[in-house]
């Protein structure tokens, strides 16, 4: 396997750059994810590294090597698609097998590679069937059991499971997971969806406008997020736009909320700059918690049971606020309810750039 380098890499169609100055360095048999909405160039750095995609300006290196100007069968990447590529009137068997086919691998190489794949994958008793005769979850299988036949230095992954539904798309995250234990492979995997990026990568790449906003563990980025941007991507987010005065946020109707003591050092140096004070749902307690925080009345206009737990919708201050509870903790709407926000779990952000406050 092998480490996948990207040095300052640009991209463009005609005046339109869509990505801008991108460095990234993914570690030999590192899970890698890229997230980030529609739009943001994720698939087209995907692309670029598989060498479908021509780069604009900037370095592309796998083990050591530039490959800039390599054409993609020369790469020795293995790419797994969004819609599998299958072809319908291959079984199994020959899916798996087409690639190596056609780089003239031996006869006996060729069924103990596809075989042994088949097997990783519980594909063994479908090598006959034809794709149509195949569940989607099956298919995502044949799709990845043709790519591991390759034994590639890199696996690329562009949204594999997007189109499958919603129990089976937690299935195949664990087989991805578990497949990639297995294997020791690089892997540069993309998804739109955050909780395959937190439940999968060993580190996340979150993208916005074709810039790399952060990079980091998935818990990192969810506690520690760079900007406003990331915090509310990854995860849910609110937030409350005030001015900061004397070592507090005073909001938009005149309250005053403490900032978090991560930040009050810094606070007399920013004495009346415009900033947003951000935290997680979670982070909204009934009176009753015992953490320590500020106590306000509010009156819930919305609440979404989820089961286990409820999200508590509710003004305040002149903005919307969510609050995540068990579902077991009384909150009607429309009636008045007291909560508490854990200011020391709050976040600062800066309001004009929107980066986090260290």
Request: hydrophobic share 40%; proline share 6%.
């Amino acid at each position: 396997m092998a480490e996948v380098v990207l040095e300052n890499v640009f991209k463009s169609y005609e005046k339109t750059q869509v990505i801008q100055d991108i460095s990234l360095a993914v570690q030999n048999q590192e899970f890698v994810v890229m997230v980030g909405p529609s739009g943001c160039g994720k698939s087209t750095i995907l692309r670029m590294i598989a060498g479908l995609e021509t780069i604009s300006d900037g370095t592309i290196r796998i083990e050591d090597r530039v490959v800039n100007q390599v054409p993609p069968k020369d790469r020795d990447i293995a790419m797994v698609f969004q819609n599998y590529a299958l072809y319908p009137h291959m079984s199994v068997y020959e899916n798996m097998a087409f690639g190596l086919k056609m780089r003239n691998t031996p006869k006996a190489e060729i069924d103990a590679k596809v075989k042994e794949a088949a097997r990783i994958l519980d594909l063994e008793h479908l090598l006959q069937r034809k794709p149509k005769q195949l569940s989607g979850g099956q298919r995502q299988r044949v799709a990845l059991g043709r790519a591991i036949v390759r034994n590639p230095k890199v696996f690329l992954m562009d949204e594999p499971l997007s189109n499958l539904d919603a129990k089976l798309r937690v299935q195949m995250r664990t087989e991805i997971a578990n497949l990639h234990k297995r294997l020791n492979a690089t892997t540069i995997y993309v998804t739109h969806d955050q909780v395959e990026a937190m439940t999968m990568g060993d580190r996340i790449v979150i993208l916005n406008k074709g810039k790399i906003q952060q990079v980091d563990t998935p818990l990192r980025v969810y506690h520690e997020p760079a900007n406003m941007f990331v915090a509310g991507f990854v995860g849910q987010m609110n937030f409350l736009t005030g001015v900061l005065e004397d070592g507090g946020v005073k909001l938009g109707d005149g309250s005053v909320l403490p900032v978090p003591d991560s930040v009050k050092a810094k606070t007399s140096e920013l004495n009346g700059r415009a900033v947003v004070l951000g935290f997680r749902p979670e982070h909204v307690l009934p009176e009753s918690a015992p953490e320590h925080g500020p106590v306000f009345e509010v009156t819930p206009d919305r609440v979404e049971m989820l089961g286990s737990e409820q999200m508590i919708y509710f003004p305040f201050c002149g903005q919307s606020v969510v609050a995540r509870w068990a579902s077991d903790i009384s909150a009607p709407e429309a009636q008045p309810l007291k909560v508490k926000i854990e200011i020391g779990k709050a976040l600062l952000f800066d309001g004009a750039t929107e980066d986090r406050i260290l």
